[in-house]
């Protein structure tokens, strides 16, 4: 696969953003343009959307390079440069521009959906942008960036080591008892530690979130987060009914294996530091040593997927758009971030040879061939997917490659991975619940205590728990266990879609145990549409209804207890 950055037509191919004084004049150019024909409103569409794939690729990379070295002051200044002393400057101008866009009389004449989705997100900004938000906003991307910093610099130390805390996980992985509870002891430390200030950074925000939101005649920041964040195809009422349906139809299951794991330890109850340590006595599974390993492997996976896939990771390769192993002053966590300018993403994560790392390799993956499939798209606006659809696309590959995880492990190793896979599919559906409800709970509540965010927080654990640990003497750990989820600081409403995009999944997979090459067909289909059409449409292009549902959960469950049952 070749892939070059097509020619700017628009912006000179040598611009250095600096300062916002060299973009002024192509906002000035734009809003000046006289536009008197259909192919003069494509034109200057089609010059505004290079734009903004340039400022979104320039503001791309300075995040990027921040996060692999957080240490670096150099790096976190070019990117606190860019949102606290460009970005401020470019939104009237970007206000400007949507109101001539709003203004111009050709916007019948593009029906498409996809025109008419973009255009709808505009008129959403216009209604949503007030001139005294813009110090907010650079005040809010500016502060979100501590927690990463925080987080970054927790590390412990054992047998004159200093493990990052990802590190540091895989040993709670161990047989060894007494040396899982002095990891998870070590670790509970370094948490206890940062609490105080990871509390105070969140309040902070909160209280920045709901001033935004006020300005904006929103009542509360969740109200304002649903409009900013095009969520038109389901309500509030929807998430709290998936909240209930999850307690219904999906905590039960995962307190069922959870409660046969703990028989088969031995136990009454777990213990904090029990919870990753297989029953049985087996290690954990260690896919592979290195980051260049795992690569390999996954490019191999791909392949047999559809060549297609495996050309992607070669290209992100060559390209040096990969940053995969885990080392001090790193940002935690993993992301594809799209480059739209390109068109070739960059992932990112923290792989120390775990299962949980390859997983979180597909699913960055799936990310990646997303980018890709949709990168002839002619808009920007038309790549740059609602957070439902993107995570279909990962969650999805995320369990369409299991077949091939042969790749990393012998018959029965890989039996194993994939029942881990498919019970960690549902335990994870719990904590997006809960984080979702956290949320809904924290922003209708700003003025909240922070006992009342603990005891708020503590009620969700026991809705959404198994009832299965004994976390006495570690009550404090469980109040701030919301503190781990980086998307409360950085991304303020982005978890519900992971759920939502998981029961898609799912149903993809249920396809592809039915016709594997119609899935896969189905799948590219879908993710080479971007966001041209309706979330609905996407999904049921790749093959499923877009329906989050308690009457869809119910099936879902019982597909998956049947897959479980095949794998005793």
């Known amino acids: 696969m070749q892939i070059q950055k097509a020619a700017r037509q628009f912006l000179p ?22 536009i008197n024909t259909l192919n003069e409103f494509d034109q200057w569409l089609l010059d505004r959307s290079e734009l903004d794939a340039v400022l979104e690729e320039d503001l791309a990379w300075r995040y990027i390079r921040m996060s692999i070295n957080t240490q ?54 216009l209604d949503l942008y007030r001139e005294e938000n813009i110090a907010l906003e650079a005040a809010l991307n500016e502060e979100a960036q501590q927690y990463g910093a925080i987080s970054a610099a927790q590390t412990i130390t054992h047998d004159g080591k200093d493990l990052t805390m990802q590190q540091a996980a895989l040993l709670l992985k161990e047989q060894d008892e007494s040396l899982r509870q002095t990891i998870f002891e070590k670790m509970a430390a370094v948490r206890r530690k940062d609490r105080e200030q990871l509390d105070a950074l969140y309040t902070s925000l909160i209280q920045k979130r709901h001033q935004l939101a006020v300005n904006a005649g929103f009542e509360n920041y969740r109200d304002y987060k649903f409009v900013a964040m095009g969520r038109f195809d389901y309500t509030k009422a929807d998430c709290f009914a ?17 409660a046969e794991k703990l028989s088969k330890l031995g136990k009454e109850r777990f213990k904090p530091w029990d919870l990753d ?4 006595g087996k290690p954990a599974l260690k896919p592979f040593q290195t980051g260049a390993q795992m690569l390999s492997g996954t490019i191999n996976m791909f392949e047999r997927i559809d060549p297609y896939f495996g050309d992607c990771l070669r290209v ?24 739209y300018e390109i068109g070739v993403p960059f992932i990112f994560m923290n792989a120390v040879g775990t299962q949980r790392d390859l997983e979180t390799m ?115 750990l469980v109040q701030s266990a919301w503190q781990r989820q980086l998307h409360l600081f950085e991304v303020p409403f982005y978890y519900i879609e992971y759920g939502i995009a998981q ?37 049921e292009t790749a093959g499923v209804p877009f329906d989050f549902s308690s009457e869809r959960l119910q099936t879902l469950a019982t597909f998956i207890q049947d897959q479980l049952k095949k794998m005793n």
């Open 242 to 258: 998936f909240h209930e349906a999850i307690k219904t139809h999906i905590v039960p299951l995962v307190k069922g294996f959870q």
């Open 503 to 539: 029961l898609g999944a799912l149903g993809v997979w249920k396809n592809s145990l039915e016709n594997y090459p119609t899935a896969i067909a189905n799948y590219k289909k879908a993710l080479a549409l971007g966001y041209t059409t309706s979330m609905s449409n996407i999904y």
């Open 277 to 280: 340590v297989d029953p049985e």
């Open 13 to 34: 191919e040598d611009l250095a953003i600096t300062e916002f004084g060299v973009l002024a004049p192509f906002f000035q150019e734009l809003l000046n343009r006289e």
């Open 362 to 476: 597909v699913h960055e993956g799936g990310h990646a061939i997303h980018s890709f499939l949709s990168r002839e798209l002619s808009l920007t606006a038309f790549k740059n997917l609602p957070s439902e659809v993107a995570e279909l696309a990962s969650m999805s590959m995320e369990l369409l490659s299991m077949p091939q995880w042969t790749e990393f492990y012998e018959p029965q190793a890989h039996e194993r991975a994939m029942r881990e896979q498919i019970e960690g599919t549902l335990k994870v559906l719990p904590w997006i619940a809960q984080i979702d409800a956290f949320q809904h709970w924290i922003y209708e509540n700003p003025t909240h205590t922070l006992e009342e965010r603990s005891a708020y927080w503590t009620k969700l654990a026991s809705d959404f728990g198994t009832g299965l640990t004994d976390w006495a003497g570690y009550e404090d």
């Open 72 to 125: 670096d002051e150099t790096l976190r200044e070019a990117y606190t440069h860019f949102v606290t002393q460009i970005q401020p400057e470019l939104a009237p101008l970007e206000d400007q521009l949507n109101q001539k866009l709003m203004a111009l009389p050709f916007l019948d004449q593009r029906a498409d959906s996809a025109h008419q989705i973009y255009f709808r997100s505009v008129r959403t900004a």
């Open 316 to 339: 992100m390769d060559e390209l040096g758009h990969l940053d995969l192993d885990s080392k001090p002053g790193k940002a935690p966590g993993g992301y594809n971030y799209p480059l």
